[in-house]
């Protein structure tokens, strides 16, 4: 069966500062790997994805993930958070190219001016 | 072009009362989703429906919850009687198609049961 673990319920960064939301899988086959954004009182928006292709994700708003198969991680990362950057993060894992999404219990993020 | 929207975005119910929630998916997407996202934790699948045919249903509780996708296009999710513990967002999303296709997400239903 396939899972996630969110390391780190809340994450607090300063403007500026590198962005780093853990996240580690586990899958019996080779998984798909997303990563959303939930805003207060919205749905949620997906960042990137990964589909067993480029190992390192480009997403949307210069965030960036990588795959690592011997780590069994999907880390989510930004160089320099801003302010816009708090939300709600959540990070999923489907059966490869079948299955539902499995996702993480979320981590929140902080940014501080 | 309009995303995926859901209504009422807010109900409040007393326990053993019926609440019915409508979603309207992004035109043209054949595959919809119902989940539950509980406070603190990511959402969870209820079901999900490619165009009329509900495809996956494992995970919702038949006794008190219904869907239905009538002509492939709107959904309505319904709990009856509603229990303290359907206490949740309710989340509607809608995709071209399965798995490695994106989902498009509502702002969903908050539904709070007294």
């Known amino acids: 069966a396939q899972s996630v673990t969110q390391l780190g319920s809340h994450v607090s960064v300063s403007e500026g500062a590198l962005v780093l939301l853990r996240c580690n899988y586990s899958?019996?086959?080779?998984?798909?790997l997303f990563w959303y954004v939930q805003y207060p009182n919205q749905g949620l928006q997906l960042l990137l994805k990964?589909?067993?292709?480029?190992?390192l994700v480009k997403g949307i708003n210069g965030f960036e993930a990588e795959f690592k198969k011997s780590e069994t991680s999907f880390h989510l990362t930004k160089p320099s958070a801003h302010m816009s950057d708090a939300a709600e993060y959540f990070c999923a894992v489907t059966r490869g190219s079948q299955g539902n999404l499995i996702f993480g219990k979320g981590t929140k993020l902080s940014v501080k001016p | 072009e309009a995303g995926v929207v859901q209504s009422p975005r807010y109900k409040i119910i007393e326990k053993k009362q019926p609440v019915a929630f409508w979603c309207n998916p992004i035109?043209?997407?054949?595959?919809l989703y119902w989940y539950r996202q509980n406070l603190g934790q990511g959402p969870e699948l209820l079901i999900r429906y490619e165009n009329e045919e509900a495809v996956d249903d494992s995970q919702l509780p038949k006794d008190r919850f219904s869907a239905e996708r009538l002509k492939g296009v709107d959904s309505t999710l319904k709990i009856q009687p509603a229990e303290l513990g359907d206490s949740a967002v309710y989340l509607c999303a809608s995709s071209l198609g399965h798995s490695s296709y994106e989902q498009y997400f509502g702002p969903g239903t908050r539904l709070t049961v007294t």
């Open positions: 899958s019996s086959v080779p998984p798909y």
């Open positions: 035109s043209g997407h054949n595959t």
């Open positions: 990964y589909t067993s292709a480029a190992t």
